[in-house]
C-alpha cells in the first residue's frame, strides 16, 4: 500500500483557514484520497475523498497537486470543534478487496487557539 | 438511524477472561471492520468481513476471532485476554460500491488487568 506522510501537528486560530498538507509520492493511479478526522474519545469521521480533481463538501475541501504527489486538506474557517487528529489515507480502487482496507498512519494533531 | 452502535463502551477484565465486543449496524451495509488504537497512535485493522458468512485477517489479528453471521452484527471476541489488548476498540461499517466512506462506532475502552 502506498504510504502518505503528515506532520504531526499544527496549530491554527479560531475562524482563520487552515491548509493540512499530505505528501503521498507513490501514489499509483487508482489511489483514492481520503481524509478522516478523530475529535478526542470518538471514533474517525469521514471528512473528503478524491482521486484527481480538487472536491469541496460541506466540512472542507481537498486540493490535489496535477501529479497526484501531494494534497492538501482546507478548512476554511476553523472552529474549535475542529481541533482533532486529521488522517489522509490511499485506498486502492483497483481491488475489491483492498479497496476496502483503511491505514491509518499518526495523522496530524490539529490545535485550534481561541 | 442509529449508524453503527458498540457496546460496552468501556470494560475492565482480568488476564485469561473471555469476551465479546458487540458492534451492530442498521445501514444494511456489506463490509464491516474491527480496529484497535493504542495511546497516541492511528488504528489498525484486526478482522474484517465483505458479507454474512465472509471474514478474513486484517493487520492484528492474533488473539481475536470473528464471525458474521448476519448483515447487521459482527461481534468480536478475545478467548484469553492480555494486558497487551489494552486499547480503545472500533467497529466500522460501509457499503461495497464504489469509494464510499466508511462508518465508524464511538468505540469500546478495553483494559485488562
Known amino acids: 500500500d502506498a504510504k502518505t506522510t503528515q506532520p504531526n501537528s499544527m496549530e491554527s486560530n479560531e475562524e482563520e483557514p487552515v491548509h493540512l498538507p499530505c505528501n503521498h509520492s507513490?501514489?499509483?493511479?487508482?489511489?483514492?484520497i481520503h481524509w478522516y478526522r478523530q475529535l478526542p474519545s470518538q471514533g474517525p469521521e469521514y471528512v473528503i475523498h478524491?482521486?484527481?480533481s480538487n472536491v469541496n463538501n460541506r466540512m472542507a475541501s481537498l486540493a490535489i497537486a496535477e501529479d497526484r504527489k501531494s494534497s492538501t486538506l482546507i478548512l476554511h474557517r476553523a472552529t474549535l470543534r475542529d481541533a482533532a487528529v486529521y488522517y489522509c489515507?490511499?485506498?486502492?480502487?483497483?481491488?475489491?478487496?483492498?479497496?476496502?482496507?483503511?491505514?491509518f498512519g499518526s495523522g496530524t494533531r490539529l490545535l485550534v487557539r481561541p | 438511524n442509529a449508524g453503527v452502535t458498540q457496546t460496552p463502551k468501556f470494560q475492565v477484565l482480568k488476564t485469561g477472561q473471555s469476551m465479546t465486543l458487540q458492534c451492530a449496524q442498521d445501514?444494511?451495509?456489506?463490509?464491516m471492520s474491527w480496529y484497535r488504537q493504542d495511546p497516541g497512535m492511528g488504528l489498525r485493522l484486526i478482522h474484517y468481513?465483505?458479507?454474512?458468512?465472509?471474514?478474513d485477517q486484517g493487520e492484528v489479528p492474533n488473539g481475536y476471532n470473528v464471525s458474521r453471521s448476519t448483515t447487521e452484527d459482527f461481534p468480536l471476541r478475545l478467548l484469553s485476554a492480555a494486558p497487551s489488548q489494552t486499547s480503545v476498540y472500533f467497529c466500522?461499517?460501509?457499503?461495497?460500491?464504489?469509494?464510499?466512506?466508511?462508518?465508524f462506532g464511538d468505540g469500546t475502552r478495553l483494559s485488562i488487568l
Open positions: 466500522a461499517s460501509r457499503i461495497t460500491l464504489g469509494s464510499q466512506p466508511q462508518h
Open positions: 507513490t501514489i499509483s493511479g487508482t489511489d483514492y
Open positions: 478524491g482521486l484527481t
Open positions: 489515507i490511499l485506498r486502492d480502487g483497483s481491488k475489491v478487496d483492498s479497496s476496502y482496507k483503511l491505514i
Open positions: 445501514m444494511n451495509h456489506e463490509y
Open positions: 468481513s465483505v458479507g454474512a458468512g465472509i471474514t
